[in-house]
Structures are given as C-alpha cells and as structure tokens.
C-alpha cells in the first residue's frame, strides 16, 4: 500500500511507513470539498436569518416602554451628553 503522507510504497503489513513513519492503520484525514462548505454556510446563514427575525418579532413583542431600542434622552435626564 502506498504511504498517504509521502506516497512511498509500502508492504500491506506495515503498520508505518518505512521512509515518514507515518501510521499506516490510521484511516486518512477527511477535507470538506465545496459543497461542504456551501451546504454548512447555508445552513448556518439560513439559521442566522430566521434567528435575527425570531429574536426581532420577540423584542417587539415587549411591553412598552421597553419595546424601544434607543432610548430618547428625554427618558434618562441623568445621563449628560
Ligand atoms: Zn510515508
């Protein structure tokens, strides 16, 4: 069999490579391809969307007056611009 790391041949028994030492059972390391990438990052986009509109319909759902997201001066007159 053929080493992963080095691509020297090896004998089907061999537990490491004879040239890098590198294990041979060791099953080799997985690389996403593209459409890895493209499936997670749409996932993860589709869940940031509907998260930001579930969390936007939930703060609208506040009693007032905390509904506000800036909040007029006029309400904190003890904070000084
Ligand atoms: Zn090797």
Avoid: S
Wanted: one cysteine or more; proline letters at 9%; charged letters at 25%.
């Amino acid at each position: 069999m053929k080493c992963l790391n080095c691509q020297q041949e090896n004998k089907d028994a061999a537990k490491v490579c004879k040239r890098c030492g590198r294990d041979l059972a060791m099953p080799p390391a997985w690389f996403p391809d593209w459409k890895w990438h493209a499936r997670t990052l749409g996932l993860i986009y589709a869940c940031v969307t509907v998260l930001y509109f579930a969390v936007d319909f939930a703060l609208r759902q506040l009693p007032k007056p905390y509904h506000i997201r800036r909040i007029p001066a006029e309400m904190t007159p003890w904070l000084k611009r």
